[in-house]
C-alpha cells in the first residue's frame, strides 16, 4: 500500500521556522515529482511548491524565496523548509506525489496524497 506521511507541523511564532517532512512508503518516489500544498481553513487548498524527478523546484510566488523544498531519494522523502513564517502561512500542508517525473502546479497532477499536517503561525 503506497503511503505519504508528513510530519514537522505546530505552533511557532511569526519569524519563526518549520521543517516538514514527508515519507513515502509502499513504492519509491525517486522518479517521480513531489508536491507540497496548503489549505487554510474557509480556503481551497492551493499549491506551495514542487520538486521534479530532477531536483528542478518551483515555488508559488507567496512563499519564494522563504521556503525551500528538497527532497532525499535514499530516504523516500521530501522536506519543506520554512522560514520567516507569516500568519497568512497558517494551514493544514500536504504533501503529493505525481506518477510522472515532471513537476506541476495542480493538484490533478498528483495521484497520491498525505493526511496532511497543522501549521500555525502566531502573531
Known amino acids: 500500500q503506497v503511503q505519504l506521511v508528513e510530519s514537522g507541523g505546530g505552533l511557532v511564532q511569526a519569524g519563526g521556522s518549520l521543517r516538514l517532512s514527508c515519507a513515502g512508503s509502499?513504492?519509491?518516489?525517486?522518479?517521480?515529482?513531489m508536491g507540497w500544498f496548503r489549505q487554510a481553513p474557509g480556503k481551497e487548498r492551493e499549491f506551495v511548491a514542487t520538486i521534479s524527478w530532477s531536483a528542478f523546484t518551483k515555488y508559488a510566488d507567496s512563499v519564494k524565496g522563504r521556503f525551500t523544498i528538497s527532497r532525499d531519494n535514499a530516504k523516500n522523502t521530501v522536506y519543506l523548509q520554512m522560514n520567516s513564517l507569516k500568519p497568512e502561512d497558517t494551514a493544514v500542508y500536504y504533501c503529493?506525489?505525481?506518477?510522472?517525473?515532471?513537476?506541476?502546479?495542480?493538484?490533478?497532477?498528483?495521484?497520491?496524497w498525505g493526511q496532511g499536517t497543522q501549521v500555525t503561525v502566531s502573531s
Open positions: 509502499g513504492r519509491t518516489f525517486s522518479r517521480n515529482a
Open positions: 503529493a506525489a505525481s506518477q510522472y517525473g515532471s513537476s506541476s502546479y495542480e493538484e490533478m497532477g498528483y495521484d497520491y
